[in-house]
């Protein structure tokens, strides 16, 4: 009999459902929010009941797009944290509710260990020991994978995230939210050497992004006082400045750690993975240091429930599932 695992992923503004059929994905359906944009970024209370909405015809879609029926599942897996609590909260009370209606087992996931574990959805897929730069709006770690439920955590940011740092950079330039993807396609046609902006250097493998922020801020603000139009004249040379300056310092680190920890197997995940001049700059650094490097597909990078139900099957064949105690943990740790 088949191992049929439906996932659900509902830890920020995506709502997402994957079926799972023996470590396959049969489907992945992702409901996007737009709400937010007017706001400059994600309103909680918002995004929660956006979910409530939204997470029953999500899980319907999966179903029939898997063509199996609900009667054939052999378990929940579910984003437990990190993320928005009332978020997660949704997708767990509706997992409860099919456990209990269904009664399958359920399997709790780490969102951020997900990320990296979409790595095996399809292939070519890492060796282990590899090291996976994770990065996202919420995150910036620098991960040692071991095996698929062994993970430690060998640096990340002391402040903001890469992705946070792109997006509101963003607005500072005036483009809406989320602008990360904005930066990226504007900077394909600009001057990466044009401007020069300080890259903030922490002890070990740790990241700060706090500090480029300031002082793209401080830059402009100068700028501006003299030339009303001197953003939308620069705007392509200034985009490509700071996202050289953002990738400089994110694989700066990348380097160190895979230097120092003696792996040549290098993985990126996350929606900030989803970044053409990050993904094109690692590849050069493959070439350079003689690395294998992995890049999931586009849809993978982003929130998404098929990374959760691939995290989710070798939880379950190392019999590491959870009952209905379970309860949503916005900062789950690894």
């Known amino acids: 009999m088949a191992l049929n695992i439906i996932a659900l992923e509902s830890s920020c503004d995506e709502t997402s459902a994957s079926i799972i059929q023996d470590g396959k994905v049969l489907s992945n359906t992702i409901l996007s929010q737009s709400v937010h944009e007017i706001y400059g970024g994600v309103v909680p ?33 579910f984003t437990q944290g990190p993320g928005l609590l009332g978020s997660l909260l949704v997708g767990i009370s509706f997992a409860k509710g099919l456990s209990i209606a269904k ?55 002391r402040d903001d995230a890469v992705g946070e740092a792109f997006d509101k950079i963003g607005k500072m330039l005036g483009f809406p939210y989320p602008s990360g993807y904005l930066i990226d396609e504007h900077a394909k046609t600009g001057d990466p050497g044009k401007f020069k902006f300080p890259s903030t250097s922490v002890p070990g493998y740790n990241y700060s992004f706090s500090g480029i922020k300031t002082a793209v801020l401080y830059f402009l603000r100068d700028k501006l006082k003299t030339d009303d139009l001197f953003i939308e004249k620069n705007l392509s040379d200034l985009c490509a400045s700071i996202q ?56 993978y990078c982003t929130d998404n429930a098929a990374m959760i139900g691939i995290a989710g099957y070798y939880r379950f064949l190392e019999g590491a599932l959870c009952d209905l105690t379970v309860i949503p943990n916005a900062r789950l740790k690894f």
């Not at 003696?262 to 070439?287: M, P, T």
């Open 244 to 299: 050289h300056t953002l990738i400089k310092m994110l694989m700066e680190k990348l380097i160190l750690c895979a230097k120092e920890n003696n792996i040549k197997e290098i993985a990126i995940a996350g929606g900030v993975a989803a970044n053409s001049g990050i993904r094109d700059h690692l590849i050069g650094l493959s070439e350079h240091y003689d690395w294998k490097t992995y890049i999931p597909k586009l849809e």
């Open 45 to 77: 209370e918002l995004a929660s009941r956006a979910h409530q909405q939204h997470i029953i015809s999500v899980v319907d879609k999966a179903l029939e797009e898997a063509g199996i029926s609900i009667d054939e599942l052999s378990a929940i897996a």
């Open 103 to 157: 009664d399958i087992p359920l399997i709790s996931v780490n969102h951020m260990q997900a990320h990296i574990l979409a790595h095996f959805i399809e292939d070519p897929k890492p060796d282990f020991p590899f090291l996976c730069l994770t990065i996202s709006g919420g995150h910036t770690q620098l991960v040692l994978v071991s095996n698929y439920l062994d993970m430690k955590v060998l640096g990340e940011t």
